[in-house]
Nanobody, 115 residues
Framework: QVQLVEGGGGLVQAGGSLRLSCTAS????????MDWYRQAPGKERELVAS??KYGDFVKGRFTISRDNAKNTVYLQMNDLKPEDTAVYYC??????????????WGQGTQVTVSS
């Protein structure tokens, strides 16, 4: 089994910062990708950041980084805006011990930005 555990969400005032983390554990051979998505109430889930692109709304405010030794991906979010309020999800493409590639999602972490 593979698990993704996220953390770092919370309540912050507009203009503030948060750092999200997502750690993969379990029967892992290798991790091909670890990305961040978000979903606001009443809206579709959208890509926030991957290793190759950011959502158009990011506009240089967020940075994705990865610590391969810890199987962890981070999302540093600066200059947060109320419209960034959403549940943030980690998505990882992981090859398990049997050589099977799977798409795994974290449980989500709530980010709330007050005006």
């Amino acid at each position: 089994q593979v698990q993704l555990v996220e953390g770092g969400g919370g309540l912050v005032q507009a203009g503030g910062s948060l750092r999200l983390s997502c750690t993969a554990s379990g029967d892992i051979t290798s991790i091909n990708a670890m990305d961040w998505y978000r979903q606001a109430p009443g809206k579709e889930r959208e890509l926030v950041a991957s290793s190759t692109k950011y959502g158009d709304f990011v506009k240089g405010r967020f940075t994705i980084s990865r610590d391969n030794a810890k199987n962890t991906v981070y999302l540093q979010m600066n200059d947060l805006k109320p419209e960034d309020t959403a549940v943030y999800y980690c998505d990882a493409h992981i090859i398990n011990l049997y050589g099977i590639l799977g798409d795994y999602w974290g449980q989500g972490t709530q980010v709330t930005v007050s005006s």
